[in-house]
């Protein structure tokens, strides 16, 4: 399964190395650019016919709104759950002080984050 809030032309790799039977899940297009049409991948659709591979799209806002927010909230109660059995631990690449909110805005603008940042109060940062 390829879960893909990027776009951009890491879609198509992404498709490509999906098995037989795989599933491509597109939640967004974080990719943007300098022309953010070019963030939605055009994607040659015989990769899906020849490997039996589903792309399915997932539009999140629209299908939390649908409920109320009910189906949404279960899945964080669910997944943070996870995190406190240790089942489920977030990558987290950087914690960054409150007064470097905009030099952790530039690495995730620059990639150079894998996983997750956090941003914490100058106070708590020092402890």
Not at 15 to 20: D, E, S, V
Not at 39 to 66: D, Q, Y
Not at 108 to 126: D, E, F, H, Y
């Amino acid at each position: 399964m390829v879960y893909d809030p990027v776009g951009g032309t890491v879609s198509e790799v992404a498709l490509r190395a999906l098995g037989w039977g795989g599933r491509f899940v597109v939640c967004g297009f974080a990719a943007g650019g300098a022309r953010p049409k070019s963030a939605i991948p055009k994607v040659p659709l015989n990769l899906a016919l020849l490997n039996e591979r589903a792309i399915l799209g997932v539009f999140w806002g629209a299908w939390k709104a649908r409920d109320g927010n009910v189906g949404n909230r279960k899945n964080l109660e669910h997944m943070m759950n996870l995190i406190e059995e240790g089942k489920l631990s977030p990558t987290i690449s950087r914690v960054y002080p409150l007064d470097a909110a905009v030099e952790a805005c530039t690495d995730m603008m620059s990639r150079k984050v894998i996983g997750k940042i956090c941003i914490v109060p100058t106070r708590l940062a020092q402890l």
